[in-house]
């Protein structure tokens, strides 16, 4: 089993910045990707951000440029920069673990609690 634990959420205004981070313990063995979700009311879950071990990473289009994706692998955290944030990215944003194959097809196995991120004046 593998526990994730986000922290980081909260409400900040259109323009400002955010870090996300999601510390995950207990046995990782068959996780090798890592990466962060969102989801609004009424909405599917969507990918914002993954990272694998390899190295390769994943952005949703909507993000891109505004939002970085980092991993201590020492610490077993993986953060979300979020600069330039819009109304639009308000959400709640899940950390998640994940087992990717070598043709792209990824396994989503564990998710953190959700922290809740509002973008607003």
């Known amino acids: 089993q593998v526990q994730l634990v986000e922290s980081g959420g909260g409400l ?3 323009g400002g910045s955010l ?6 313990s207990g046995s990782i063995f068959g996780i090798n ?4 979700y969102r989801q609004v009311p009424g909405k ?26 980092s991993r201590d692998n020492a610490k077993n955290t993986v953060y979300l920069q979020m600069n330039s944030l819009k109304p639009e990215d308000t959400a709640v944003y899940y950390c998640n ?7 792209g097809v990824c396994l989503n ?3 953190g609690q959700g922290t809740q991120v509002t973008v607003s004046s």
């Open 33 to 36: 990707a890592m990466g962060w």
């Open 44 to 69: 599917d879950r969507e990918l914002v951000a993954r990272k694998r071990n390899s190295g390769r990473i994943n952005y949703a289009d909507s993000v891109k440029d505004r939002f970085t994706i």
């Open 109 to 111: 196995r564990y998710w």
């Open 12 to 14: 900040v205004q259109p």
């Open 19 to 24: 870090r996300l981070s999601c510390a995950a």
């Open 97 to 103: 673990a994940a087992y990717c194959s070598g043709d």
